[in-house]
Structures are given as structure tokens and as C-alpha cells.
């Protein structure tokens, strides 16, 4: 069974998605740190962000590996976990431009769907582009200032400053971002962490078996 949690930049798809795989005893696998892991090692390398051959070509030689696990997940280069070094500013600024580039998207893709199932897969495009066939399909919002204010608790940045860069990130991600027809929107804004992982639960097919 695979569930899709997408939604907008800060809505709480990650902290949900490791809240809901814990509750089902499943990894959850989250997109954005592939894009985000792409991003920072382009950068890394003095590349231009825009260059989709250049890029791929570097990430070719050194292959990155998502560790899916359900309390968080990590991305790998060899020994170096680069995990602790992907939600900076830096990289916030950079990656909406590498995401928009189809040969990433086609090599982000292809990784997430060689993963053996169950899992809860967390991203901008999960339920539709990705795992149209997924068997429950969520999408999380909340308003900008929401989700600024939650964000400041883990940036350096105040708040405005984070909201303005929130939105513009949003405006950069929209082509991507569409929900699926066929998920269930969560407006965030007024739960907490716990009530959105129980109504993301709630909205789950019965079990079987
Ligand atoms: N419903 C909620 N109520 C309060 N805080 C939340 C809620 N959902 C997420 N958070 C907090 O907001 C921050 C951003 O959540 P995160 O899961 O990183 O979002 P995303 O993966 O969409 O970027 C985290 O600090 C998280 O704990
Ligand atoms: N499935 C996905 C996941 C992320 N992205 C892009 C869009 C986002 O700006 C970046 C980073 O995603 P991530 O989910 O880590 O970002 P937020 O935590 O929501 O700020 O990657 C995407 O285009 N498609």
C-alpha cells in the first residue's frame, strides 16, 4: 500500500507523513530531500543550478542514497550523510530551480519508484505525477504566516522574512504542486501535529487482513 501526503512548502508533510508511517508500522520516504540533496551538491560543485546535463552528470558520478525510515529520513553520498546540511537557506533558494527541471524530476522519480511498498510518500507531486495508483491520497495547506511562524522555530530567519521567501517558493513550485483530484484536502492551520496525523489516519481504507 502506498499513501501520498503532498501539500505546500512548511505544511507539516513531513512531521505528518513520519507521524502516520510510525502509527502503520511503515518508512515514510520524503521527495523533497532528493531535490533538496541535488541541489546542495550542485551548489557544492559551483555549478549553475539551471544546467540539467551538468547537474545530472554530477549526480551520476556520485550517487545519492534515501534512507527511508519512518522516525526520519536521511540522503547519503558513500560515507558523507548530508542530511543535516539540506533545509538551509541556501538551499531553499536554490532548489526550486533545480525541481523545475524535467531530466531531475525523471531521476527523482525513478528512485522513489524502485522502493519496495508499503511506505508514505511525502512530496509536491506524489499523488499525481508519481503514484497516481496510490491507495490514499492527502494534501496538506495552511496560510503563509501559519507556516512561517512554525518554520522560525527551526531558521535562523524572523518571520517575515521567512514568509516571503515561503510564498515565493510556492509561487516557483505551483507547476508541480497541483493536488490530486482525488486527495483530501487538510487545512492545517488550526490542528496540531497530532490531530492531523489522526485525521490522516481516519481517511485510510480499512485494513485488511
Ligand atoms: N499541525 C501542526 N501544528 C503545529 N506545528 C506543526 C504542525 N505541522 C507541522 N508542524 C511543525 O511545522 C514545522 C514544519 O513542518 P514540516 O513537517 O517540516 O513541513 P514540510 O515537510 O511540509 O516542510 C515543523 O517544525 C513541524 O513540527
Ligand atoms: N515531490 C516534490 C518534492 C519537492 N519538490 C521541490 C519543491 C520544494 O521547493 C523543494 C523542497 O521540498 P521540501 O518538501 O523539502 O520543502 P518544504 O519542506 O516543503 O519546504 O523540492 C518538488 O518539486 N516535488
Do not use: C
Not at 536521511?74 to 531530466?103: I, K
Not at 511562524?149 to 518571520?159: C, F, M
Amino acid at each position: 500500500m502506498i499513501v501520498t501526503i503532498d501539500g505546500v512548502a512548511a505544511s507539516g508533510k513531513s512531521s505528518v507523513a513520519s507521524g502516520v508511517a510510525r502509527a502503520l508500522g511503515v518508512p515514510y520516504v520524503s521527495s523533497g530531500l532528493l531535490y533538496r540533496a541535488a541541489t546542495l551538491l550542485g551548489l557544492e560543485a559551483g555549478l549553475r543550478l539551471e544546467n540539467a546535463a551538468e547537474l545530472l552528470a554530477h549526480l551520476r558520478a556520485q550517487p545519492l542514497r534515501l534512507e527511508a525510515l519512518a522516525e526520519g529520513n536521511r540522503v547519503w553520498v558513500e560515507e558523507r550523510d548530508l542530511t543535516a546540511d539540506l533545509h538551509s537557506s541556501r538551499v531553499d533558494r536554490g532548489v526550486s530551480v533545480v525541481a523545475a527541471l524535467p531530466e531531475v524530476r525523471a531521476w527523482v522519480d525513478g528512485q522513489l519508484r524502485a522502493l519496495p511498498e508499503p511506505f508514505v510518500a511525502e512530496g509536491r507531486d506524489m499523488g499525481t505525477a508519481v503514484f497516481p495508483q496510490a491507495a490514499a491520497k492527502f494534501y496538506l495547506t495552511a496560510s503563509p504566516r501559519v507556516r512561517a511562524e512554525r518554520r522560525a522555530r527551526e531558521r535562523p530567519e524572523d518571520v517575515p522574512a521567512i514568509e516571503a521567501a515561503l510564498v515565493e517558493r510556492d509561487r516557483l513550485d505551483t507547476v508541480q504542486s497541483a493536488p490530486a483530484p482525488d486527495a483530501r484536502v487538510i487545512d492545517t492551520g488550526n490542528l496540531t501535529l497530532e490531530g492531523v496525523i489522526g485525521a490522516v489516519l481516519a481517511g485510510l481504507p480499512a485494513r485488511q487482513g
